[in-house]
């Protein structure tokens, strides 16, 4: 029975059940199985008409609240989940339904080692082993073809990967901060650059650090971790107004992203430019969910959390990007930044903005809203971005709402620069399956211009729509053969014929080299070419944004508008919500103990 217990719970671990008994089925995240029965465990009760407690089973009170019998209440297990303010609740099996479609729960020793192997893969033995496979699908499947007459058509499938010609674009030129009177700049290499002691483009206003640390960690490494950042930030002309230490997680009759938003309240009253760094003690989904939650929405104040790991190994890469993401949240734009009139000619020509447009859905087996999000630039170098999201229903691709939030980032814009408004617009939407192609791409055309034509400071601009589509979900991908060697190809490496439409007017790009494994090309289709541009500015275009994500130092693999209306997106999704959810069910259930 132990063993058997043992199993369930490895398999039910972090998956999601429908409690059958409450109205609308609420959803919960199991937590572990009870160590007791339904009734065997027993907590205390306040009756409602005498105040008294009383101790009362499970069993008992959901036969006397829900009108609900339980099945072998001696013997089965109860499910555990865990609210955000420590307190645990017990459901019988009976009253839960596992939610269908969830990916499978934690993986064993054997599968997670087997899944890692499989994705580090070097790409000359990955290429080699589906070769391999192919081979043996081919030969079967030609002799199978042989052996009917019926195969009129001369089907034959050749085993070996296609043969095509590439091109290799050329990456931009970074530049960072001022050293002296010059601003340093970088190349980057195979999709790279070290940044280390380079100047960034600061904020205008001395950041004011408030450090907030588990009071489970140890002094020695959290002051070691907050001298070296000091020490990063200053040789990367990060300045820091003012830098202090407090602790949270001492008082665990309290909920610790409570403890925090305390802590960051108190200090906002009294810094101008706050930035917040939690020092978490474990690496705990739900518990950075709450606390960003708080400190994002709640506290609205800017915020970086780190593990107790990193902490501990105040590494100079991790402390780079720390400074770098630290920098980034206080200025609102890149600490970095490329020559558009050499690189992007687009922007300068005349007053251009770059939208990212995406909707993130929840995992399967999950009801949860999706969430549409748009990202723009608000900048002629797009360092600078204005996004806005909204929660619309369960996977649906298509924006209902996505004119409204045009006209919100245009009103925006107008006030950012001050008045003028933009003539050319570069719309990249992700997710797309191509049989939605023109549904969507015409609905959210007609939506900017509707939004354009409804603000009064655009009656005389006759704007330019660029608007492309990129796949990320495609079963592509580019080896380059040399002696017998697959290799992985270099950053930039565009592909636009053989194995593209016939009309030309789509492309594969990998913008980014893989760290580990293979990298993915991402399948662009152009739609709309109002600006007239030729396919080679356009494929320039998608791989100099590609430079231009905030958060790392090497280009990604989407350009930086999309990069961004993705990660909002999964932000609300994934952090947000689940975090709100968590807090609406810790005030509203009175079920359980």
Not at 236 to 247: D, I, M, P, T
Not at 404 to 428: A, D, H, R
């Amino acid at each position: 029975m132990a063993n058997l217990k043992k199993a369930l719970q490895r398999d039910l671990a972090s998956r999601f059940i429908k409690l059958e008994h409450l109205k609308g089925g609420r959803q919960k995240k199991i937590t572990r199985l009870s160590s007791g029965t339904p009734n065997s465990h027993v907590f205390e009760q306040e009756d409602k008409e005498t105040g008294k407690k009383r101790k009362i089973s499970v069993a008992d009170y959901f036969y006397q609240t829900y009108k609900k019998s339980l099945d072998s209440p001696d013997v089965f297990p109860m499910i555990v989940i865990k609210r955000p303010t420590g307190q645990e609740d017990y459901y019988p099996l009976d009253v839960c339904s596992i939610v269908p479609f969830q990916p499978k729960g934690n993986m064993t020793i054997e599968e997670r080692s087997f899944v890692i192997n499989e994705t580090r893969k070097d790409l000359d033995e990955r290429f080699k082993e589906v070769i391999k496979h192919a081979a043996d699908l081919a030969n079967v499947l030609n002799q199978s073809l042989k052996a009917k007459e019926a195969n009129f058509l001369g089907i034959e499938m050749e085993a070996t990967p296609l043969p095509v010609e590439g091109k290799v674009l050329a990456p931009p030129l970074i530049i960072y901060g001022k050293r002296g009177d010059r601003p340093v700049t970088v190349e980057p290499r195979q999709g790279s650059w070290n940044i280390q002691d380079t100047p960034l483009f600061t904020p205008k206003r001395p950041i004011d650090l408030l450090t907030i640390a588990h009071s489970r960690m140890e002094d020695g490494p959290v002051n070691t971790f907050l001298d070296e950042l000091e020490r990063v930030a200053k040789n990367s002309s990060v300045n820091f107004n003012s830098s202090s230490l407090q602790w949270y997680g001492n008082d665990r009759t309290v909920a610790e992203h409570i403890q925090i938003k305390k802590v960051v309240e108190d200090e906002k009253n009294k810094k101008k430019n706050l930035f917040v760094v939690v020092m978490l003690d474990s690496k705990d989904s739900m518990k950075y969910n709450l606390i960003k939650n708080e400190l994002d929405l709640g506290c609205q104040v800017a915020s970086q959390c780190v593990v107790r790991r990193n902490v501990e190994k105040s590494s100079g890469s991790l402390l780079g990007n720390i400074i770098n993401a630290i920098n980034v949240k206080a200025s609102d734009q890149n600490g970095f930044g490329i020559n558009a009139t050499v690189d992007i000619p687009l922007l300068k020509k005349m007053p251009t903005t770059c939208i990212g447009i995406d909707v993130y859905h929840a995992p399967p087996g999950s009801s949860r809203l999706s969430e549409a999000a748009i990202s723009a630039s608000i900048n002629s170098t797009a360092t600078r971005y204005y996004s806005t999201a909204r929660s619309q229903k369960s996977r649906v691709e298509g924006i209902a709402d996505i004119r409204s939030m045009f006209e919100e980032f245009l009103s925006e814009s107008l006030v950012q620069l001050k008045g003028t408004p933009f003539v050319q617009f570069v719309m990249i939407r992700d997710g797309v399956a191509e049989t939605q192609f023109m549904d969507i791409c015409q609905a959210e055309i007609k939506a900017l211009q509707d939004a354009v034509a409804s603000i009064k400071a655009y009656a005389s601009t006759k704007i330019q729509i660029l608007y492309m589509i990129a796949q990320k979900r495609n079963i592509t991908r580019i080896a380059v053969p040399h002696e017998g060697v697959f290799h992985t190809p270099p950053a930039g490496t565009v592909i636009d014929h053989t194995i593209t439409g016939r009309n030309k007017d789509d492309f594969y790009i990998l913008p980014h080299k893989a760290i580990i494994g293979s990298a993915k090309p991402i399948h662009f289709h152009l739609v709309k070419n109002d600006m007239q541009l030729s396919m080679v500015e356009i494929q320039d275009l998608i791989f100099k944004l590609c430079h231009l994500h905030p958060g790392c130092t090497r280009s990604v693999s989407l350009p930086a508008p999309l990069y961004n209306a993705h990660k909002l997106g999964y932000r609300i999704g994934q952090v947000y919500r689940p975090a709100m959810e968590q807090f609406d069910d810790a005030k509203s259930e009175t079920s359980g103990t």
